[in-house]
């Protein structure tokens, strides 16, 4: 560091009328007082070099901008500035000048001569006019007075100042030296060295005094109060006002503030639509009002978090090309043609008209057959975001609708929660187990669900939490259910229904091999040259060891083959595997369900039913004996009553067609019958099984078998009309796995046929009929 140092400090004899100026950003000068500065660009240092070089004198102006600027213009910059010498100068090694500079007199700027490469101005020099009255004692008097307080609370002022005040007799020159040593801001130092008029500084300088009095007064009576017995939250309230009080004095915004500041600046940036930014802008309001320390400013805080943000007007571009959209749902899942082809039809209205809304899917199916991986796969097809929830169990509407925000721990519902998550207002949104919800006295779930499933309603959706309309009507949503029956009518009618049936046989031994195989293996570590499957191993497994229309189960026995062959590669004992249909037991035990079809049809009085359960379809056997007995029918097997019902008709039926049917007429006189089901565990129900019944009653009582590989499903009457059932395409698709042949069913149900795999079709002869006796004539034995 260099220094150089003036021979003479009386500084110049006269001022010149062009002075260089040397802007100031962060402190004030003003005559007779000495302050250091920093210089600290290249225009600046030059100017410095050649003041030192001549008369060692300058011209500081304030800037009107706190904040450096690589060149400063006359509009920049105060019109009042304060000339000044330089008593001291050094250059540092990083290329900045430190100066100790003296204040001469003030001057006002009459014109900019030049800017580059540094400012001249010529000035007009002011000195102040010698002149005492009465006032200006006073204002005197009271300045020194109060510096003296000022200087009494402020540690940081050495007392002999109070003295040296005291000794000022000039009233501009005692002025501007308290205006220099209290702490105000440059645009009040900077008002004062405007004030060319003694009496008027005097008059500006005590306002300053009186208000930093009373500040440091403040602070004073503060820490008296909480000096003895403070405790922690007292401690912290006073470190607090402490810290206010000091923010303010240096002119910065306390930490509430800046929030609030933050808040305005995210409302703005986020563009909220009118009545949430008029929600949001209310609720400002209210914070800047309440005690960070309160709950209830965590509360509002809280609530502003969340309107800004969630994604009101973000959104996913869609992926419009339908032949790669069309690719990902192949690869992702085989078969499920209905509803990847009401996806298609919805990319392609998409293209052709971008504003269309969202629709509404139901996908109704037994589990495992692909409900939920289907929803995520049309959502990579789609390019959006995918969000899933749960409704299983959930009996809160608030869980739906969210709760107010005067309850403790308020927050918005599932839908806004995941909308949130999703990041974007346009995901594919997954309400998952639809025909789980319940209800009880905290509301009913399934009626808040009719306002987010309805697409000219869920356009201003209200969260109570919010409490402002959100538009759900470019989210896709998906629903997934098991069963129809329980979803309210007002709901399901809000849904488009996609029913995805069991698999066939082949469809689950082609969905093994291209997904369930590969994933388990690579889940177990293994690589496809240790493990592999001969032929028939997969078929013996779907047949002997599961029995489901879905692949849940399937995929399990898998794993655990994969397991076995990890554990023995593990051990040493072989480096690969291939399990054969011998090998399966090893594995996975013996087998679970024997193929008991051809062998429970040998005798008269058994026939097959066709039943739908959740799980899917399922073979219903019907076992009907007679014994001695007056009119006594005893039915078992856990039936329900329209089961029961079903067994009266059909003999009731029986016994007023006895002659046309070969049968005594007064058989049941002098014998009992008995009815059961199988299965006696499981409770059964429906009007589905009369047909069965019928055929199994004729068969015991005309003693004439039923033909082999054959199951039925169909309602009866008493007059011997045959009426249409439900589940049609579980109860074919059951039987196919079961390796029936021959199937009779209701003539009004040959439309639902239609989705009904081709193969299978090919596989079973179906018979369709209206009346009873075509029924018996086609299932008994000639």
């Not at 006269?14 to 250091?36: G, H, N, R, S, Y």
């Not at 009731?652 to 049917?661: D, G």
Request: hydrophobic share 40%.
């Amino acid at each position: 560091m260099t220094e150089q140092l003036p021979h003479d400090r009386s500084g110049a004899k006269t001022i010149p009328e062009i002075l260089p100026v040397l802007p100031l950003i962060d402190t004030a000068l003003f005559p007779k007082m000495v302050v250091p500065i920093l210089a600290m660009q290249k225009e600046s240092e030059q100017l410095v070099d050649e003041a030192m070089s001549k008369d060692r004198i300058i011209g500081l102006i304030i800037a009107r901008e706190m904040k450096i600027k690589p060149a400063y213009t006359p509009d920049d910059l105060h019109s009042v500035g304060i000339s000044a010498l330089i008593l001291k100068m050094a250059k540092s090694e990083d290329n900045t000048t430190q100066l100790l500079v003296q204040g001469l007199s003030r001057f006002r700027v009459k014109d900019f001569i030049k800017t580059k490469p540094y400012l001249q101005v010529r000035v007009e020099h002011i000195k102040d006019k010698e002149e005492k009255d009465k006032e200006i004692d006073a204002l005197m008097a009271n300045i020194i007075s109060q510096f003296a307080r000022v200087v009494e609370l402020s540690p940081g002022l050495p007392q002999e100042i109070g003295a040296m005040a005291k000794s000022i007799q000039e009233p501009g020159t005692l002025a501007d030296m308290v205006a220099s040593l209290i702490n105000a801001t440059l645009k009040e130092k900077q008002k004062v060295l405007e004030s060319f008029d003694v009496k008027k500084r005097l008059k500006e300088v005590t306002r300053l005094l009186n208000y930093q009095v009373e500040v440091l007064e403040l602070g004073s009576k503060i820490q008296s109060q909480v000096k003895g017995g403070m405790d922690k939250q007292q401690r912290e309230y006073y470190l607090h006002q402490q810290l206010k009080a000091i923010k303010e004095e240096l002119g910065e915004k306390d930490e509430a503030a800046v929030e609030i500041e933050e808040y305005k600046a995210k409302i703005k940036e986020k563009k909220l639509p009118e009545e949430a930014r008029k929600e949001a802008e209310r609720e400002i309001n209210r914070l800047s009002r309440m005690h960070p320390s309160s709950a209830e400013y965590t509360v509002a805080s809280t609530y502003l978090d969340w309107l800004t943000v969630l994604p009101w007007y973000e959104s996913t571009t869609d992926n419009l090309d339908i032949k790669k959209a069309r690719k990902i749902l192949d690869t992702d899942h085989f078969g499920l043609k209905k509803p990847k082809k009401r996806v298609i039809e919805y990319l392609a209205v998409r293209k052709l008209k971008p504003e269309s809304k969202g629709p509404i899917l139901c996908f109704a199916g037994p589990p495992g057959t692909g409900k939920t991986s289907l929803g995520m796969s049309i959502a990579r097809a789609l390019g959006r975001k995918f969000i899933r929830i749960s409704l299983g169990g959930v009996r809160d509407e608030a869980e739906i609708r969210g709760h107010r925000r005067t309850y403790v721990g308020a927050l918005p519902g599932r839908i806004i929660q995941g909308i949130r998550r999703a990041e974007s207002n346009n995901p594919v949104f997954m309400l998952d187990e639809i025909d789980k919800l319940g209800s009880d006295f905290r509301g009913d779930p399934s009626s808040a669900l009719l306002e987010v499933l309805d697409p000219e309603q869920n356009f201003s959706f209200t969260d109570h939490y919010l409490d402002v309309p959100f538009d759900l009507s470019k989210v896709m949503f998906i629903t997934t259910a098991n069963i129809l029956d329980p979803i309210p009518p007002a709901l399901r009618d809000r849904m488009e229904v996609l029913e995805l049936l069991g698999y066939t046989q082949d469809e689950k031994i082609r969905i093994a091999t291209r997904y369930l195989i590969p994933r388990q293996r690579e889940a177990h570590g293994l690589k496809a040259s240790q493990i592999s499957f001969a032929r028939g191993v997969l078929q013996k497994i779907i047949s002997g060891y599961t029995r489901e229309a879905g692949l849940r189960n399937l995929e399990r026995e898998i794993a655990t083959i994969c397991r076995g062959v990890a554990t023995k590669i593990a051990e040493g004992e072989a480096e690969s595997a291939e399990i054969t249909i011998k090998d399966i037991a090893s594995y996975i035990g013996s087998v679970r369900f024997a193929p008991e079809v051809s062998a429970r049809t040998l005798t008269p009085g058994l026939a097959m039913g066709l039943a739908w359960t959740q799980a899917g379809g399922e073979l219903l056997f019907v076992e009907a004996t007679a014994m001695k007995g007056k009119k006594h029918l005893t039915l078992t097997g856990q039936l329900g009553d329209v089961m029961k019902e079903s067994a009266t008709t059909a003999l009731s039926f029986i016994r007023s067609n006895a002659v046309s049917l070969g049968i005594a007429e007064d058989f049941f006189e002098t014998q009992d019958i008995h009815i059961h089901i199988p299965a006696g565990a499981i409770p059964k129900d429906g009007p589905s099984a009369g047909v069965t019944m019928l055929t199994a009653l004729v068969s015991l009582l005309t003693h004439k078998k039923i033909q082999k590989d054959l199951a039925m499903t169909g309602e009866i009457t008493l007059r011997g009309q045959v009426l249409p059932v439900g589940g049609v395409k579980e109860k074919v698709l059951a039987a196919h796995r079961a390796g029936i042949k021959t199937i009779i069913m209701p003539s009004w149900n040959k439309k639902d046929l239609e989705d009904i795999p081709e193969k299978v079709k090919k596989e079973i002869h179906f018979y369709f009929v209206d009346k009873m006796m075509n029924v018996l004539k086609i299932a008994l034995e000639k």
